[in-house]
């Protein structure tokens, strides 16, 4: 018999898991700190120069969105993307047109709204006292705050897939269809932001059926999951190409598994780096393979065919190459993607880099709590565990980069609050036993966290290179040349750096011969991926030096074995050019554009080459063309067109 005196602290019932008003302030105290810190950082943001002109992923988000607004078609045939997030950011836009602090200002608030929900969860799961800890490291964390304020997909994903888990906790599973379809709908809200969430969907269906030995649940979970995933199916059906979300995820599987690939890095082999360019190059490479043109889902299941060939094909080379997304995934770096959103955080907001909600201390103390919580029958506790184990899989079989990997935090801040509480406990109760038995797992982890592989840099060349390209793309070369200067000399190596210093130098100083050498010094460190965009600046830049007779032999000879590769034709169209053959430049750039037809930049000197041929009603109808696809142009092309189109106009 246990006395009062021996009861401990485990033992004692925490009213917070029952609901009611023990839950309000660790909720509403998340909410205001996690929204607090959020705004400020938004407004602290209003000097990035990326803040009004985002680039990839970003970019492509917003100008969704601004079609959705102005009733345009964005991309014909089904969603190559789930649409949830670019149609909440249309809300925002539709309401501040020519700005995105409204948007990201209310973001700031949803962050807030995740710290609160997480608080709540924890409150639900592993009790009150808890709840404080996890709400407050969710409000804390610096990754967080970061992406709230960025035009990307984890803001909406991440308090949709909390307020599904806590309603899936709170339902329990049991035979009760009304809350099994709620918890469903949370779920499929979440899956048309990102799908890789269903993966999650049939061992919850599996889990149902078990506790309730009678389908009802399960069905009734089910229906409610594929509820609001039914209109994007059939728009997708109505757009002749039927998927159930998007057809990215070929893609997506073919970048995380191929022999080039790092793990990390969200290309695909033998595509240009830019978005559209990578995009355009992905689907005309798997025409080329099939020998015909290809609906989106025929391009997915191209690359899916492919990334699935390689892997049966060569399954020692696959099995290391999951380990090795696994170290990184486990990893105490967040590694960059659209950008180095540590060294964001950190520049914007100074003191968030004193914040205790680093990945290894959520990592360690949050596995090692979830378990904890599993074992010792916490409710719910082995719903976080199966997501966050199924979550982490959907990433492996991808590419792992900080925006897939930011929604394993709050479930994991559950985990840290109780493994806290419980470390709190025992030493309040002078148990060794008891603390060791919660530490020693802890350290261990923490200390696996942070054997940061030498593959994965840890510098800040990549903040200051992201940096650098944004101050370049708005417009400002002297700014861009001094931060991707710092970045060279922290990285020399790195062949992306370089490509936007020697860009940089020329905006800059025009000076094409240390342009030239920028390049020509990394050339030897160039991987494979990189060997084919590095080259064809390298061509460009000796054009302009007055070798642009030589250059045009070279690029023609490479064009006999690469035929279809945008990049050298746009350089053999410099080439041409170059060397008065401006007929034979035009027809060249005619054909890349027809084969890319979101080519901004070869439209602007497709125009410019009729201009100067005297053909001026062609060069208005080709900046016609490209002012059509303002949403891919950057500041300075949109304004190159403008004054095109002023130039040409009507004549």
């Known amino acids: 018999m246990v006395t009062k005196a021996q009861t401990t602290v485990d033992e004692v019932p925490d009213e917070g898991r029952q609901g009611g008003p023990a839950w309000r302030w660790p909720v509403l105290a998340s909410f205001g700190l996690g929204a607090l810190l959020r705004v400020a950082y938004v407004l602290a943001l209003r000097d990035h120069p990326r803040f009004e002109a985002p680039t990839m992923d970003a970019a492509y988000h917003l100008a969704w969105a601004r079609t959705l607004v102005g009733g345009e078609t964005f991309q014909d045939g089904s969603f190559f993307r789930a649409p949830l997030y670019p149609y909440f950011l249309s809300i925002w836009t539709a309401l501040s047109p020519g700005s995105t602090l409204l948007a990201r200002l209310a973001q700031a608030l949803l962050g807030g709204v995740a710290a609160g929900l997480t608080a709540g969860l924890a409150c639900r799961v592993v009790g009150r006292k808890a709840a404080w800890w996890a709400g407050g490291f969710v409000a804390l964390s610096p990754v967080m705050v970061a992406f709230d304020a960025e035009l990307l997909i984890p803001v909406l994903l991440v308090p949709l897939l909390l307020w599904a888990l806590d309603r899936c906790v709170a339902w329990g599973g049991d035979d009760r269809p009304r809350a099994a379809v709620w918890t469903g709908v949370l779920f499929g809200l979440a899956a048309i932001a990102r799908p890789n969430v269903l993966l999650f969907m049939p061992g919850l269906f599996a889990w149902t059926i078990w506790r309730t030995r009678r389908p009802v649940s399960g069905l009734a979970l089910a229906l409610g999951t594929l509820m609001p995933i039914a209109p994007v199916t059939l728009v997708n059906v109505l757009a002749g190409d039927p998927a159930l979300i998007s057809t990215q995820a070929g893609v ?154 930011v929604p394993l935090t709050p479930v994991l801040a559950v985990g840290a609050g109780y493994s806290l509480v419980q470390l709190a406990g025992a030493w309040r109760r002078r148990e060794p036993g008891r603390a060791a038995m919660i530490g020693v797992p802890v350290i261990l982890l923490g200390v696996l966290s942070n054997l940061v592989p030498d593959a994965v840099h840890r510098s800040d060349a990549a903040g200051y290179a992201d940096l650098g390209r944004a101050e370049l793309v708005g417009g400002d070369a002297a700014a861009a040349l001094q931060h991707l200067t710092t970045a060279t000399a922290l990285s020399p190596r790195s062949v992306q750096v370089r490509m936007a210093l020697s860009s940089a130098i020329l905006e800059a100083t025009g000076d094409h011969e240390r342009a030239l050498r920028s390049l020509q010094d990394v050339e030897p460190f160039a991987s494979a991926m990189d060997r084919a965009e590095l080259e064809a600046r390298i061509w460009a830049l000796r054009i302009n030096s007055g070798e642009a007779g030589t250059v045009l032999a070279e690029v023609s000879l490479a064009r006999r074995t690469r035929p279809d590769e945008g990049a050298l034709r746009f350089v053999q169209a410099m080439a041409q050019a170059a060397c008065g053959q401006a007929p034979g430049a035009i027809g060249t750039l005619q054909e890349l554009v027809a084969s ?56």
């Open 252 to 405: 997506n599987f073919w970048i995380g598994n191929n022999p080039q690939s790092d793990g990390v890095s969200a290309i695909v082999p033998g595509t240009r780096q830019g978005w559209w360019d990578g995009f355009h190059d992905s689907v005309a490479a798997a025409e080329r393979a099939e020998g015909r043109e290809l609906r989106p889902g025929e391009v997915s299941r191209h690359y899916g065919r492919r990334a699935l060939a390689w892997i049966l094909s060569e399954p020692g080379d696959a099995a290391r190459l999951f380990a090795w997304k696994a170290r990184l995934l486990c990893t105490n770096v967040e590694l960059a993607n659209n950008q180095a959103i540590e060294f964001t955080a950190r520049r914007t907001l100074p003191a968030l880099r004193f914040s205790p909600s680093r990945w290894d201390v959520l990592f360690s103390l949050g596995v090692v709590g979830l378990v904890l919580a599993w074992r010792r029958r916490e409710r719910g506790a082995g719903v976080l565990l199966g997501f966050l184990s199924v979550y982490s899989l959907s990433v492996l079989l991808f590419f792992v980069n900080a925006r897939f990997r």
């Open 596 to 651: 890319e037809p979101t080519n901004v930049a070869a439209l602007l000197f497709l125009g410019s080459l009729e201009e100067e041929l005297g053909r001026r009603q062609d060069a208005h109808r080709t900046y016609t063309q490209a002012s059509a696809l303002g949403r891919f142009a950057t500041p300075v092309e949109a304004a190159a067109i403008g004054d095109g189109l002023q130039r040409c106009g009507g004549r």
